[in-house]
């Protein structure tokens, strides 16, 4: 199957390219042309533009549901509503909770994934706990909080049949050089989070082989000039990713743009959504907490910001507002860095001849339109049919 | 047929919210007829807004839709019923078992057709059906020359409806060949039919179904033989009268 993508702009790696030609073959892009053959097969969409589908690392869930519910129906529906956001790729996240929900939950993802998701494809399940510190558990529960234990995690990904591709872990806990070392060995992704590690501790787990900060400025020690802390060794360390949440509320604008300057092309945009996103204003819960969200803003009864209700192109959207950077750079935050952390950028995470044709279409105010996955389009804004209605 | 005529697009809607809410605060189990397509969105949203004011619940009412493409399970976002959980049922607090659209993943259609049909009857049914306009007189998914006394139905999408589809899949397989509709008999059972009709476009299709004869045809034209409708259309709908 061959076609091209006709269309105004196209956000391409370094620039965004004028009108043109897209040729999107076998599920992938190719080269982008000013002229195509007279026979060649067109999809139209002048007066659009194309962007590389977004890939979200960090979600728990949207529209209702969360990967916790434990349920297949939840992950389909998560991966369905990421869609219509312009999400082509995320990783289903858990967050801490009793051994027997993780489970439940993994298995779930699992099957789902297995018997092929209607919407965005999971790149693999992110473990968000339980191996954290209780100074910053923000909406995770200390309850189940323990030192990282490699036999607990064997019997997970085994229940995941080898699905796990990141977890999350405070470094300051017993055996977790040890436990970092080994996911390293094993391929799999460490990120620090909700800890009160030192600067130090955090520049061993480094070492160690961890990549990746969860995010950054929420659930860690700040930054103090004497005391650089979690916040610090993200900070310094140009090689690491950091995730960050533009919704205004998890980081000051100013501080994102603060950060971005510092991070450059390894700041991550993430979501951290539960499930009150896209949800009215109301009463829900995460994991075993209740939660109130109003104006949009999901907090627990303690007034922790529980998760958030951001929408990844929303994300994308505010960090543009607020930094002076060109779109394409802030959009391959949220697409081309995900993918660079999931070591998946070969071929997933820009619009680039020979990667995989993950692709949504836009309106002038940066509104989805349609979403492809493979080159397929899989949704797209209003449904026809009975259009004229 | 009783025609409204309002000034415009918003008028149309506040004024079918208006009624709409005073049936179901006055009602002790009332059953609505949902449809989707782009005219009845503003009265979602009214809905919506009053819910929010509180003025009004929806714990106690049932909902039908029309119509939901074959193939589609309720997951996918290109689904009615995906369409009508992100464009009302989410927002107002309806539990959504009292929510139905016929399934269009059921393994076996023509079953699915008649058990949606008793639904509707088991709940006494369809107290105010909600409508639109297609501009060749459709409605639901009843093209032109489909019977008068069709029943809930599976029909083939057209080739020109699939058409205009196709440059959104790569592959005409990707299309949805088939939706699962309310007949026209269903529709006409309703107690009461509030059709909503909103721009020039449009301006045709309602002159015919107020003065055009009744024929298969022009499906919308036999409303002219129910005994309560309500017509709400715009200035720019009625220029044609």
């Known amino acids: 199957m061959h076609y091209f993508i006709k269309a105004d702009r196209f956000i391409l790696e370094n620039h965004i390219a004028e009108a043109g030609y897209l040729s999107v073959e076998n599920g992938r892009f190719g080269h982008l042309t000013k002229t195509v053959p007279d026979s060649a097969e067109v999809i139209d969409w002048s007066g659009y533009m194309i962007a590389p589908g977004l890939v979200d690392t960090h979600i728990h869930g949207i529209n209702g549901y969360d990967i916790m519910d434990g349920t297949k129906e939840a992950v389909r529906h998560i991966s369905g509503a990421l869609l219509t956001l312009g999400v082509t790729r995320f990783l289903p996240t858990t967050l801490t909770s009793s051994r027997s929900d993780l489970d439940k939950a993994i298995q779930a993802v699992t099957e789902a994934v297995e018997e092929g998701l209607p919407g965005a494809l999971s790149e693999g399940i992110y473990l968000e706990g339980p191996f954290f510190t209780e100074a910053y558990k923000g909406a995770q529960n200390p309850k189940y909080f323990q030192d990282p234990d490699i036999g607990l995690f064997e019997k997970w990904q085994s229940l995941a049949k080898g699905n796990i591709v990141k977890i999350a872990l405070a470094p300051e806990r017993e055996y977790a050089m040890e436990f970092i070392k080994t996911m390293d060995d094993k391929g799999v992704l460490v990120s620090i989070g909700h800890t009160n590690a030192s600067y130090g501790c955090c520049q061993e787990a480094i070492a160690a082989g961890a990549q990746n900060f969860v995010h950054l400025f929420n659930g860690m020690s700040g930054l103090h000039h004497r005391n650089p802390g979690v916040a610090g060794a993200a900070l310094t360390d140009t090689n690491v990713y950091a995730e960050l949440i533009c919704d205004g509320y998890h980081v000051h604008p100013d ?80 697409s081309l860095t995900p993918a660079k952390s999931l070591e998946r950028a070969e071929e997933i995470g820009s619009i680039h001849p020979g990667k995989l044709a993950d692709y949504v279409v836009l309106d002038d105010e940066l509104s989805v339109q349609a979403t492809a996955i493979n080159g397929n389009i899989k949704y797209r804004k209003m449904t026809t049919g009975n259009e004229d209605e | 047929m009783e025609l409204i005529k309002v000034k415009d697009y918003n008028e149309m809607s506040k004024r079918a919210c208006s009624f709409i809410i005073e049936k179901v605060n006055n009602m002790e189990k009332p059953v609505l007829g949902l449809a989707t397509g782009s005219t009845p969105e503003g009265l979602y949203q009214n809905l919506i807004e009053k819910y929010q004011k509180q003025e009004v619940t929806f714990d106690h009412v049932q909902t039908f839709n029309l ?16 369409y009508m959980n992100e464009k009302l049922f989410k927002h107002i607090g309806i539990p ?26 088991e709940a006494g049914n369809i107290d105010v059906q909600i409508l639109g306009l297609g501009l060749n007189g459709h409605i639901g998914f009843n093209e032109p020359g489909t019977q008068f006394s069709s029943r809930t139905h599976i029909v083939q999408l057209d080739e020109s409806t699939r058409n205009a589809n196709a440059r959104f899949f790569p592959t005409i397989e990707d299309v949805p060949k088939q939706a699962i509709t309310m007949g026209i008999d269903t529709i006409m059972q309703s107690k009461m039919i509030v059709l909503l009709v909103s721009g020039e476009k449009k301006a045709n299709a309602l002159s015919q179904l107020i003065d055009g004869e009744v024929t298969e045809a022009f499906p919308a034209s036999i409303l002219q033989t129910h005994s309560n409708v309500m017509i709400i259309a715009d200035q720019a709908a009625c220029s044609k009268l």
């Not at chain 1, 002076?324 to 949220?334: G, V």
């Open chain 1, 255 to 334: 501080v994102a743009t603060l950060a971005l300057k510092v991070k450059n092309e390894k700041l991550m945009l993430i979501t951290d959504c539960m499930r009150a996103g896209m949800m009215p204003d109301g009463h829900y819960h995460l994991g075993e907490f209740p939660v109130v969200m109003q104006n949009g803003v999901a907090r627990t009864e303690e007034g922790s910001l529980a998760g958030s209700t951001l929408r990844l192109i929303d994300g994308v959207k505010n960090l543009h507002n607020w930094s002076d950077q060109a779109l394409f750079d802030i959009w391959h935050l949220a």
């Open chain 2, 67 to 82: 119509d939901e493409y074959v193939g589609l399970k309720k997951d996918d976002p290109n689904s009615y019923d995906y």
């Open chain 2, 96 to 121: 959504r078992e009292q929510t139905h659209l016929p399934s269009g993943d059921a393994a076996d259609l023509s079953q699915e057709a008649l058990q949606y049909e008793s639904l509707i009857q």
